[in-house]
């Protein structure tokens, strides 16, 4: 019997995986040998049941030694990525916000895919401006130190898990650990995350599996509404990770400690106007590369400008640049209106993309 038969056989008995046990299923289903329906079968089970900690840290494993090595990021780097799942087909926030973020001084070294629907994922994005994905495996960090982000397109750097993509299209819809993970598995190991998660029961687990896999400082948030990102349409809450003594260090009496904060993200209370979620949802994906854009450059609508602007914020306190989502939030406003953020997006789309593409979203 393989590991995967084995551990699907464990979960339809009602066992919960070890990490090792989680490990080999997902190595089987990387070798590219295991049946689709088996492997749809083994990610159903553990979606109805909800995974342990264990059993997602070891298809992490597992995930992580297939990976292709991006060269490592720079120091204080950081990724802003969400796990979608949140079904409202809102603009691609995260990827507005790393170029307000990298604006106001961050560097962003971000790990992303295409959506499995809505055609609105950062790659997606990035496509429809002239970036070659394909190319992305190639120097992402060097741009995130050139021009302040760098994109590293999933699949290029994680060829292995092409092996569960037609179990993944066929749970379209359904939440797995794989969509968890797709954030915790950035090429090039940065250690400063901002995860957006959907469901309020992931929100303290992912940042913490962070810290525990070497993280310096993890931030995950959502809001109230259940959006994988913060938002004007809603309260939101954030969970913030740090190891303790700082990045690599470990407490000599055992595993690294973790500071842990949860707040409360009041968009009222910050100067931000109340907004209603159809404000930010495009009506296609031309309408959601002009509102991308134009978040970035401070033409879109309030609601998508301040969006960007608070998760920009959350990002600049995860990279050590604010102290509070407050501030963060306030000096991600004003490289957007100085138009800093828009030139950051200009200087990458030079580099790497076609700037005419840029010009025609901006005009539409």
């Known amino acids: 019997m393989s590991a995967l038969e084995a551990a699907i056989a464990r979960a339809e008995g ?3 995986l070890s990490r090792a ?3 080999d299923a997902m190595r089987d289903v990387l070798s590219g040998s295991s049946p689709d ?11 109805e049941r909800g995974e342990t900690d264990g059993e997602l840290e070891g298809v992490l494993d597992a995930m992580m030694e297939r990976c292709v090595r991006a060269e490592p990021a720079p120091e204080g780097a950081i990724d802003v990525c969400g796990t979608g799942g949140d079904g409202a087909r809102t ?3 995260s990827t507005a916000a790393a170029f307000v973020a990298a604006a106001a001084g961050a560097t962003v070294a971000k790990h992303g895919n295409r959506s499995s629907s809505g055609g609105t994922g950062s790659a997606d994005m990035l496509e429809a401006l002239g970036v070659d994905l394909g190319a992305t495996r190639g120097g992402a960090a060097s741009a995130a130190a050139g021009c302040g982000v760098g994109f590293m397109f999933a699949p290029a750097f994680h060829p292995a898990m092409k092996a569960a993509a037609a179990a993944r299209r066929a749970l379209a819809g359904t939440r797995t650990a794989l969509n968890l993970l797709g ?5 090039a190991l940065v250690r400063r995350q901002l995860v957006g998660v959907s469901s309020e029961a992931h929100l303290g687990r992912l940042p913490e599996m962070l810290a525990r896999r070497g993280s310096e400082f993890a931030m995950a948030v959502r809001s109230a509404n259940g959006l994988d990102e913060l938002s004007t349409c809603s309260g939101g809450e954030a969970v913030i990770v740090r190891r303790a003594g700082g ?8 595993p690294p ?8 993200v009041r968009p009222g209370e910050l100067g931000l106007r109340a907004s209603r979620i159809s404000e930010i949802v495009p009506g296609g994906q031309r309408e959601a590369l002009r509102m991308m854009v134009g978040a970035i450059d401070g033409t879109a609508g309030r609601a998508a400008v301040e969006t960007a602007a608070l998760n920009a914020g959350a990002a600049l306190v995860v990279a050590g640049i604010a102290g509070s989502i407050d501030d963060g939030l306030r000096a991600a406003l004003e490289a957007t209106e100085s138009g800093r953020a828009s030139r950051r997006l200009d200087a990458f789309v030079a580099a790497h993309g076609d700037p005419e593409l840029l010009e025609g979203a901006r005009r539409r």
Request: proline letters at 7%; glycine letters at 8%; hydrophobic letters at 50%.
């Open 14 to 16: 009602g066992s919960a």
């Open 21 to 23: 046990e989680a490990a």
């Open 37 to 47: 329906a088996s492997i749809a079968r083994l990610l159903l089970l553990l979606a």
């Open 91 to 93: 603009f691609n926030v």
């Open 183 to 187: 954030p915790l598995a950035n090429p």
């Open 247 to 254: 990045q690599g260090r470990e407490c000599p009496d055992g």
């Open 257 to 264: 400690r973790a500071l842990t904060a949860r707040i409360a």
